[in-house]
């Protein structure tokens, strides 16, 4: 049996596999990206109180691998406050969880570090606020991000494989499972690095390209 | 007029500014000449009111903006009737040379009759379509005199916008001050360059420590009254 005969015999297993890497994927970069937004602009304008507690967060987070925080949240949590929640919501939440503080680490970081004197120089050319805030600050800001945001988002695609440890049946685990039945474990995970490469190369051509592009040094000469 | 009156500046407990008067009046150029560390950055920062002093009164026209007994809630600054061109510059690094000059231009829905023969006379024109991290010091100076002078500003702060030119582009920015000074706009130039400051200045006011030690017609730095300022003089000219 090759590869394309394993494939076309397990066919719905992988789409479905992958259906619910995806679906996993777009709900963490979502709910990352735009709570993380917000999280990192609240960080920056109340840096002492919600930008210090995000801080605390986010190192806590750094410190425990995500298949321990998937593990804790999918097996003692659950036992100890008697609840059953699908693995695919706790891989949801605790991904999305680790998402949203990493955005919001680096967009309140860019936002504080923005250098104040673009804003004086808009002030005494005589920009408005709205001017201020939607021609400098928020392109300065977003070119900045754009590369780094887009690097923590294959991150978290590569880290998606963790949720089939709790029975999430995303494509990890379909390969798993195919390859116990065929056992051909060359084919299989070879065909699962190129899935990844496939979807993160390009990602990570573009991340380099916004990065060359857009945030490029800005330093004055 | 615009006045900066008994402007003090602190900074982490040090006296920045002691006690400053200087006024800038239409169709003058006063220059602010003083050694590095002088104040002289502070000064105009605080009378452009970007930074609030610590204690002082600011005048544009009439209108106080005093910041004594802790003052410093004004939120109707008056930009671009008075502006400034930085030491540092900060043109905007996303913004092309062109967007740069353009966006105030826009957003104060300026004539673009004098573009054209600026940033002919400055020559940048080959450089509005570069970035300004892709411009040297001298053309970014050009670029950064070119977007405040377009804005026609009553009163034009100017910190050592000459520091990074050549002789020639000195000499062509001094000839566009004066030529704005004649059409009525009030110049506060900051600058190290004495001839500079003798050639087009009409007055000047010398700061040393963060104090104003002599000030007069610019006739006068040929025959300092202080001490402090004959030594400056001699150093820097």
């Not at chain 1, 690097?151 to 499972?177: C, G, K, M, P, Y």
């Amino acid at each position: 049996m090759n590869i394309i005969d394993i494939f076309s015999a397990y066919k719905e297993g992988f789409l479905q596999g992958l259906g619910v890497t995806l679906k996993l994927c777009l709900m963490v970069w979502c709910i990352g990206i735009s709570v993380g937004v917000g999280f990192g602009m609240l960080s920056a304008k109340y840096q002492k109180s919600f930008g210090f507690s995000s801080k605390i967060v986010s190192g806590l987070i750094s410190g425990v691998p995500i298949i321990v925080l998937l593990y804790w949240l999918y097996y003692p949590m659950q036992q100890q406050f008697q609840i059953d929640i699908p693995a695919f919501n706790v891989a949801v939440f605790a991904l999305s969880f680790v998402n949203i503080f990493l955005v919001s680490d680096l967009v309140g970081n860019a936002i504080i570090e923005l250098p104040n004197q673009y804003i004086l120089s808009a002030k005494v050319s005589g920009l408005s606020e709205k001017t201020i805030h939607l021609k400098i600050q928020i392109p300065l800001i977003f070119k900045q991000l754009l590369g780094p945001v887009l690097l923590v988002q294959i991150s978290t695609l590569h880290n998606s494989i963790f949720a089939s440890l709790i029975n999430v049946d995303e494509i990890f685990r379909q390969i798993q499972r195919v390859n116990a039945i065929v056992y051909k474990p060359i084919e299989l995970y070879t065909a699962l690095a190129i899935f990844f490469i496939v979807i993160t190369v390009p990602l990570n051509m573009l991340a380099f390209y916004l990065k060359k592009k857009y945030a490029k040094d800005y330093s004055e000469r | 007029m615009l006045q900066g009156k008994n402007i003090f500046k602190k900074i982490n407990g040090l006296d920045i500014l002691k006690d400053i008067n200087i006024n800038v009046e239409c169709s003058k150029i006063s220059c602010l000449i003083g050694p590095s560390g002088s104040g002289k950055s502070t000064f105009l920062s605080c009378l452009s009111l970007l930074t609030n002093p610590s204690n002082g009164i600011v005048v544009v026209d009439g209108k106080e903006y005093s910041f004594n007994n802790g003052n410093i809630g004004y939120k109707d600054f008056p930009y671009p009737l008075v502006t400034m061109v930085f030491q540092g510059l900060f043109l905007f690094p996303h913004l092309t040379n062109e967007e740069n000059i353009l966006l105030p231009l826009k957003e104060h829905k300026k004539t673009l009759d004098n573009f054209d023969p600026l940033i002919e006379k400055l020559n940048i024109k080959d450089i509005l379509k570069k970035y300004p991290n892709e411009c040297s010091g001298g053309e970014k100076q050009r670029v950064a005199l070119t977007r405040q002078i377009l804005l026609e500003p009553k009163y034009l702060l100017l910190d050592e916008v000459t520091s990074a030119l050549d002789l020639e582009a000195v000499n062509t920015v001094a000839s566009i001050l004066v030529e704005l000074k004649n059409k009525g706009t009030g110049i506060l130039l900051a600058t190290h360059m004495l001839n500079l400051a003798k050639t087009i200045g009409d007055d000047f006011y010398f700061l040393d420590r963060g104090e104003l030690v002599e000030y007069g017609d610019v006739s006068q730095l040929s025959r300092p009254l202080t001490d402090r300022l004959k030594k400056f003089i001699k150093i820097y000219n």
